[in-house]
């Protein structure tokens, strides 16, 4: 999708954003999907109040997804499962965001949610950076 023009009065629905996540997941090699089966994604409009704040945010729009769940690397076959893992992908930021940066909203929403199942993973910020910069560098490889 190419960002919107200012006279277009159609934006992409949460069904749609849900519709380009689900392809974006999708695109997870098998042998990482396969862990995946169960996860849930979710869109909303923004985060609420309450996440801003607990995670710091000036803005709501400064958050365009959200891991919510127990990783991976701290669950255990015998755990009592209470709720199901869930990314939160929110359509007015990833929109924003869209417009301003000139990245195609398919691309922009795979960004995420990959970022989000390496939270699911176990992975940290730092460790997926690291990760990110590693593939970026030809002589890493």
């Given at each position: 999708?190419?960002?919107p ?5 159609t934006?992409?629905t ?30 909303r ?15 709501p ?9 127990r990783s ?28 301003e ?7 922009i929403?795979r ?8 939270h ?5 910020d ?16």
């Amino acid at each position: 999708m190419t960002p919107p023009y200012p006279g277009d009065k159609t934006s992409p629905t949460l069904d749609d954003i849900a519709t380009i996540a689900e392809a974006a997941l999708d695109t997870i090699p098998p042998l990482l999907r396969r862990h995946t089966v169960d996860l849930v994604i979710a869109v909303r409009e923004l985060c609420d109040e309450e996440i801003g704040r607990d995670m710091g945010l000036t803005s709501p729009f400064e958050l365009l997804g959200l891991y919510h769940g127990r990783s991976l690397d701290q669950k255990s076959l015998h755990d009592v499962v209470q709720d199901v893992d869930r990314i939160y992908l929110y359509r007015r930021a990833l929109l924003d965001f869209w417009a301003e940066s000139g990245e195609t909203l398919e691309a922009i929403v795979r960004n995420v949610i990959i970022h989000e199942v390496g939270h699911h993973f176990g992975l940290s910020d730092d460790d997926m950076d690291a990760l990110e910069q590693s593939a970026a560098d030809p002589q890493t490889l």
